[in-house]
């Protein structure tokens, strides 16, 4: 985040103030620090352990979780605190992140630890939880927690990323009840065994598998960001090779996000194919440098070893085996609906969905933005073309989301204007308005060659290359 927007300051604000609220009252008599203390650390060392900030990587929940089921609701808020404060935060603004990665599990557990108590929940400090009699009021209480922690994510996206309420909170819910209830069986069993005759040790025998695969999941979490690391320098090499697409991949893969969420993709599908955008031109290095500068027309000989990027792409590439699809949209986003596409001139369905959506992503791109020998089109007008090349060189399908996804979201003027800003390619860059954070977006010609660019026929619509 290099700017936060002021509603998410706001909405961050709030969170804690209400999760310091929901804590207060444990300030008073009668708080079991010791125990408050114990599961305090526990959770700190267990937020320590796990890489947060990915999508995929979930929080460390289950001491939190036998808080719920050990302590009074406030205290059980408590717990929360000292983790937020010794986690690794990595991007900036930390004291914001910080406060957030307090507030979210703080209210959490509270609304979880009243859930609890009302549905009769049998346990405290000094009674353990037993069972069959814990089983259904933790069930609901774990519940109650995922629900609370899918609620206030959907209100941070809103806030900080401008997602419209529709897709804010899309697949929250199902993502994050899997991970919790894993986490509240463990916290159950905590929970039944920290008063037992064994004690507190038995308890943390609990902690060890869970541990172990939080770090084994944290050294894959790593790996990939390695991976996108090498992504990013991929592209940066790209853009630095041919000036004239330098922040071309980055509005490119901005586009496909846009496309793939207007379609209601998931959000692991949708991730996929911002890859696929942000190094769908990645082939190009292969590409001798001055065919990619040249300001005349390419010669047909010159034309055909241009395109054989997409395959110089797709080589480089696949290896990456968490691209998954998006490989098939980096070797096929030049192919036409109509055939006359290349490398392999697939017609229609032929052609994979993601190198589909990746083909009106890029063209919309190459279009609006402005290149030595012409001006970037207004969007209007770029949407206009694509529509008329619908059903010939693009899928209509894609071409209506991205035309409903602009209407909805308008288009960001800073972003389309040549360059890539501040942000490094494949970098999120911070929205600007009413819009999804990752937006926009055709081949980029290396002069006036081919199709719209240049003033060829028509029918060969606006991706030349």
């Not at 090498?230 to 790209?238: D, K, P, S």
Request: with cysteine.
């Amino acid at each position: 985040m290099r700017s936060v927007p002021v509603w998410a300051r706001g909405y961050v604000l709030c969170a804690a103030l209400g999760g310091a609220v929901c804590a207060a009252p444990a300030f008073g008599p009668g708080t079991p620090w010791t125990v408050v203390g114990l599961l305090a650390l526990l959770h700190a060392a267990g937020e320590r352990t796990v890489v947060r900030g990915g999508p995929a990587v979930p929080a460390f929940y289950p001491v939190l979780l036998a808080a719920v089921f050990l302590l009074p609701p406030a205290a059980a808020a408590l717990v929360a605190v000292p983790g937020a404060l010794l986690a690794r935060v990595p991007r900036r603004p930390r004291g914001l992140r910080r406060l957030w990665r307090g507030a979210q599990p703080a209210l959490a557990a509270w609304s979880s630890g009243w859930t609890y108590a009302v549905l009769g929940g049998p346990g405290a400090a000094s009674a353990p939880p037993d069972f069959p009699a814990v089983l259904l009021p933790a069930a609901v209480a774990v519940l109650c927690f995922a629900a609370v922690v899918a609620a206030l994510d959907g209100g941070i996206l809103m806030a900080a990323e401008r997602v419209p309420p529709r897709h804010a909170w899309r697949g929250l819910l199902p993502g994050s009840l899997a991970p919790v209830a894993v986490h509240g069986l463990a916290g159950v069993m905590m929970a039944v065994l920290w008063n037992s005759r064994y004690g507190p040790p038995a308890a943390l025998l609990v902690l060890l598998p869970m541990g172990v695969s939080c770090w084994v999941f944290a050294q894959y979490h790593r790996e990939r960001a390695a991976h996108q690391a090498t992504i990013r320098a991929l592209v940066q090499a790209v853009d630095i090779k041919d000036r004239y697409t330098r922040g071309h991949s980055e509005r490119v893969g901005r586009a496909s996000v846009l496309i793939a969420r207007e379609l209601g993709m998931d959000d692991r599908r949708v991730e996929l194919l911002r890859f696929a955008g942000i190094l769908h031109d990645v082939g190009k290095l292969g590409v001798p440098t001055r065919l990619l500068r040249k300001e005349g027309p390419l010669t047909p000989q010159e034309r055909r070893v241009i395109e054989l990027h997409p395959e110089y792409g797709h080589e480089m590439v696949r290896g990456i085996g968490f691209l998954g699809e998006a490989r098939a949209a980096i070797l096929h986003h030049h192919e036409r609906i109509d055939g006359s596409g290349y490398p392999y001139g697939l017609m229609g369905r032929q052609i994979p969905e993601c190198a589909r959506v990746v083909a009106v992503a890029d063209a919309f791109d190459a279009m609006t933005s402005s290149r030595s020998y012409r001006r970037a089109r207004p969007v209007e007008a770029a949407v206009a073309e694509l529509r008329r090349c619908a059903g010939a060189q693009f899928d209509p399908a894609m071409v209506g989301a991205l035309a409903r996804a602009l209407d909805r979201c308008g288009w960001d003027a800073e972003v389309t204007a040549g360059g890539g800003g501040n942000a490094s390619p494949g970098e999120p860059r911070e929205p600007r308005g009413p819009r999804e954070p990752g937006l926009p977006v055709e081949p980029s010609v290396p002069g006036p060659v081919g199709g719209v660019a240049s003033g060829a026929p028509a029918a060969r619509g606006p991706a030349a290359r």
